[in-house]
């Protein structure tokens, strides 16, 4: 499970999936000239379609989803006659993005990492057709007027979650203007005020572009020295930024000197190098915020230190005025743009390995699988998976209770009523209907 503070970094959905079910077997016969009594000729049905998942690059988030719930497989068509085996249902065919976890909603089993695009999962069988009377001819019955039902297709709930990884990470002090920043850029509406971690948990933004990719951004709580020792908030959620292209460092000009603006930039790259040194070589744009707090000179002395002092050089930002956000985010595309070529070229869309899927099945149980009880006085009941059997899928068109007596007779119907105590003239209920016992 996830904890409370990474949920907002999962995008999720919920989905239902039915696959298609069997169409049913057809209970027909051959009608010839001159010919009176046909042989049996009921084609099975088609065997319904199934939902299957497919990963692919083309999809981002999960937001499809909000939208459509619902993915119904087709059903197999009916068998007819002159053998004539019914068409399968249509595979009903989704597509996540690449990263989907897959889990079923009752059981919160996972059912498929869709790790690899082109990578498939079948979410519902369909299920298999029923079978034509032709089936059913044999020695002693010449004229089978029963048939097979299709069975049903699989459904489910399926949860779909999708891990969001930011592009760029915005990092510093607590208090130095981050969550005004993102709330500026992009479309995150964050808490801002004027204390030390005012952020408890990492907010997510998505900066819109002209073109059709926009970016996510991520704001982490402020850090601060010592905090790999465990001291404030934000080390824990280093781990939301692991994966970004970029940071953002947010320095607060205003209200210190040039020498502690550097040490206070040195402070956190500490923390970064003691949460992973991997990430000191991550792209960074630093940015020095709340100049509207200071007259122009100031601002250029205290930048113009900072790239002497540092090697570095740093963007005079204001998030409450605006000014320079322009250029920050220019610079933040062009990263963007940058590694896009590249992911891009990586991303090339496998054609799904569609499973070879067998239709389900129902398991035709053994005949003997009943009872026979007394329930009162000359009344006496029949049942068990035997008896629930063949009324589900058994269709006829002649009369199907004596179809069923017939059947459970191969399965010792007279002597297991029998040794209940049943008499001749006692009541027997057999699928919720009465008949009189004859011997
Ligand atoms: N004058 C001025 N004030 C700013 C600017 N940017 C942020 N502030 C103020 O600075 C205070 C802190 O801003 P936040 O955006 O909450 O800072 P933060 O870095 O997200 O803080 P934490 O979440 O606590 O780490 C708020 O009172 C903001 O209004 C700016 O450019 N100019
Ligand atoms: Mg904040």
């Known amino acids: ?200 948990k990492p907010n997510l933004g998505v900066v819109n572009m002209a073109n059709k990719y926009g970016f996510i951004v991520a704001d982490v709580p402020g850090l601060i020295e010592g905090a790999h020792t465990g001291i404030g908030l934000g080390f824990n959620f280093l781990k939301h930024v692991e994966r970004c292209k970029a940071f953002v460092h947010v320095l607060d000009i205003s209200h210190e000197e040039s020498k502690d603006i550097i040490s206070n930039y040195y402070n956190i790259r500490k923390e970064i190098e003691f949460y992973n040194p991997e990430l000191l070589k991550r792209k960074e744009i630093i940015v020095g915020n709340k100049c509207d707090l200071m007259d122009k000179e100031t601002m250029e002395k205290k930048t113009k230190d900072f790239t002497e002092k540092t090697g570095k050089p740093i963007l005079p930002i204001s998030a409450v005025t605006g000014f320079n956000l322009d250029k920050l985010k220019e610079k933040l595309i062009d990263i963007i743009n940058e590694n896009k070529s590249y992911l891009e070229s990586l991303k090339t869309e496998k054609a799904p390995d569609f499973p070879d899927v067998q239709p389900l099945t129902t398991n035709v149980p053994y005949i003997g699988d009943f009872k026979a009880k007394k329930i009162d006085e000359g009344i006496f009941k029949v049942f068990g998976p035997a008896v629930d059997h063949y009324t589900k899928y058994i269709r006829t068109n002649a009369d199907f209770q004596i179809f069923l007596i017939n059947k459970l007779e191969e399965g010792n119907l007279t002597s297991k009523l029998l040794e209940q105590g049943a008499q001749e003239g006692d009541t027997v209920i057999i699928n919720g209907k009465e008949f009189d016992f004859k011997l």
Do not use: W
């Open 1 to 200: 499970m996830f904890s409370r503070e990474e949920k907002s970094l999962v995008d999720t959905g919920k989905i239902y999936v039915k696959a298609g079910d069997g169409g049913n077997g057809a209970i027909s016969f051959r009608r010839e000239k001159y010919i009176p009594h046909g042989g049996p000729d009921g084609g099975d049905g088609g065997n319904g379609g199934n939902v299957f998942l497919v990963a692919t690059t083309k999809m981002n988030t999960l937001s499809f989803f909000q939208r459509k719930k619902k993915f119904l497989a087709e059903n197999g068509e009916n068998g007819s006659g002159g053998k004539s085996t019914g068409k399968s249902g249509k595979d009903e065919v989704i597509y996540s993005p690449v990263g989907t976890i897959v889990k079923d909603f009752e059981t919160d089993e996972i059912l498929s990492d869709l790790d690899k695009p082109g990578k498939v999962i079948c979410l519902a069988r369909g299920g298999e057709g029923g079978k034509g009377n032709t089936k059913f001819k044999s020695s002693i019955n010449q004229v089978p007027r029963i048939a097979t039902k299709g069975i049903e297709g699989e459904e489910r709930e399926v949860i779909l979650q999708l891990k969001i990884l930011a592009d760029i990470g915005l990092i510093g002090l607590p208090n130095v203007g981050k969550s005004s920043i993102i709330s500026k850029i992009s479309n995150a509406k964050p808490k801002i005020a004027n204390y030390n971690f005012t952020t408890l």
